[in-house]
């Protein structure tokens, strides 16, 4: 199925994107106001209920815009219906308004408008909260992620992206809370409707209305150029800096080859059956295993003891998780140290980077830190997938606040699905490298991260991207050596220059240089 279309539009001296119902890249030049504007049904189990589109008239002039639309949400019983109206004017407004009807009984946990503001821009910035009862705040957008919600009670949050430009977001319809979505590896803050206090899920009758808005101003001090057209993407290279090659592993499956990885990360639920089948298997091939076991007692861990003997010199490290909390308990990840030492175990989440955020005491227990990465938990599309690259340094500069010196290790990172996820994984492996991960484990094996591993690199060096969302870079050193893949993120062809070299890329191309 090809890609949805996405139409460049403009409100006055602002761009943005508007593709399937929602809006994306609200910017002014090149600072992103606002990351993303649009509807979403999440189900009683947080499920997102697709919608489809009817209806779709877009009317586009040269300084504004004005978009309608029919839409219907279904999946089994449930059946929602709403229409929408998204204009744009030359004085720098975008506004979003939505008028649906329930067409069945159900229960939700969510319905309505939601707003992304882009944690890079916002990260940090003092904002100014205007409350349902009309009451003001002075606040911050958190800089280290935020394990509950920063903000409540919205009617809408002010502030300035850029020095000279004020960025006012108002809501309206229901009262709205903010979260940090950095949690799940999403760079972005998101604004949505229904208070999480209250009560989910909640029931929704036939016939019940939902109607909501949101509106951006944006106003400048003084008079401001448009944005310039597009220009080839730039990476600046910055040898100076550098951090150490992390180890690369991948989730084990029987019909893996060894191929050129660290280690394999074997999973083994001590509940079920089968899991030393599981681990004779896996130690037989050879390779270094990473073990991250579920427990829910002391008997499991002292029969993983006496079953793991044999391979003990095979294993790079253990972590230990509670199978219903997703996260370590602390009395257990003691119990498995006491049983397996020397041999280094951790703890840390099974789900989420949440998880450990909101029970940081975890991370004293261990010997090491450990969490998975899913760049696609909100949203399933490509987009979405190449925005939350930002997302992931934070976790680890917030997990390092909290977990001293113990090593951090990512595991497993989900592989996206969408044709450039090599490209993906290999700014994610840049990313989290440079941010000071010690290992990361891949979700299924890519030929590109493969031949990554095997170049055996000693560091990865930092550099700079003009527009990461378009175009990055891996470089990678091995003594007096560099080698860079250059790797467009975009769904077109596209020049890139890097290290006074053009290069240019297919749609999701790569290409490898010396440098």
């Not at 319809?173 to 206090?197: C, H, I, M």
């Not at 079920?272 to 599981?278: A, H, I, L, V």
């Not at 990554?452 to 930092?462: I, K, P």
Request: net charge negative; proline share 6%; with cysteine.
């Amino acid at each position: 199925m090809p890609p949805p279309a996405v139409h460049e539009l403009r409100a006055g001296l602002l761009m943005c994107q508007y593709t399937k119902g929602s809006v994306r890249h609200i910017r002014l030049g090149n600072c992103e106001i606002l990351q993303h504007v649009y509807f979403a049904l999440r189900g009683q189990r947080w499920e997102t209920i697709p919608l489809l589109i009817k209806r779709e008239e877009i009317r586009a002039r040269d300084l504004s815009f004005e978009i309608e639309l029919e839409v219907e949400h279904k999946e089994g019983e449930l059946a929602f219906f709403w229409r929408g109206r998204i204009t744009g004017t030359e004085d720098g407004r975008i506004s979003y308004a939505t008028t649906g009807e329930a067409q069945s009984d159900f229960l939700r946990n969510r319905i309505g408008l939601c707003v992304l503001h882009p944690a890079q821009s916002c990260r940090g910035l003092e904002c100014m909260l205007l409350h349902a009862d009309g009451s003001t705040e002075i606040s911050r957008f958190p800089d280290l992620i935020s394990p509950h919600q920063p903000f409540f009670n919205l009617r809408g949050i002010t502030y300035r992206p850029i020095p000279g430009i004020t960025a006012e977001t108002l809501f309206g319809g229901d009262v709205f809370e903010t979260e940090d979505q950095r949690n799940w590896s999403d760079a972005s803050f998101k604004t949505y409707s229904t208070p999480l206090s209250i009560q989910y899920p909640a029931q929704v009758r036939r016939g019940d209305e939902v109607s909501q808005q949101v509106e951006l101003r944006v106003t400048a001090e003084s008079p401001m150029q448009s944005a310039a057209a597009h220009s080839p993407v730039s990476i600046a290279v910055d040898t100076e800096a550098a951090s150490p090659m992390p180890w690369l592993g991948v989730v084990w499956e029987p019909q893996i080859p060894i191929g050129g990885f660290d280690f394999f990360r074997l999973e083994l639920d001590l509940r079920k059956p089968g899991w030393q089948d599981d681990l004779a298997q896996a130690a037989a091939i050879g390779v270094r295993l990473e073990i991250a076991a579920l427990a829910t007692s002391k008997a499991d861990l002292e029969n993983l003891r006496s079953v793991v003997e044999p391979f003990l010199a095979k294993v790079i490290r253990f972590a230990v998780f509670d199978p219903v909390t997703n996260v370590s308990d602390p009395a257990l990840l003691a119990v498995t140290r006491s049983l397996l030492a020397p041999l280094p175990v951790g703890g840390g989440s099974h789900k989420y980077f949440a998880e450990l955020n909101r029970n940081r005491e975890i991370a004293l227990g261990g010997d090491f830190v450990v969490w998975p990465v899913d760049p696609q938990v909100h949203a399933d599309d490509a987009e979405t997938a190449i925005e939350n690259l930002a997302g992931q340094t934070p976790q680890l500069e917030t997990a390092r606040s909290f977990c001293g010196n113990r090593g951090l290790h990512i595991s497993p990172v989900a592989v996206p699905k969408f044709d450039g996820n090599e490209g993906w994984c290999t700014i994610c492996l840049k990313n989290l490298a440079l941010a000071g991960a010690r290992s990361l484990t891949f979700a299924r094996a890519l030929p590109l991260i493969e031949e990554v591993a095997r170049f055996r690199a000693d560091q990865v060096v930092a550099c700079t991207s003009s527009d990461p969302l378009a175009a990055d870079a891996l470089i990678l050193r091995k003594g007096r050596k560099s080698f860079a893949w250059v790797v467009n993120l975009r769904n077109r062809a596209q020049n890139v220059e890097l290290a006074n070299r053009s290069f240019s890329l297919d749609s999701y191309g790569i290409v490898r240089v010396q440098l």
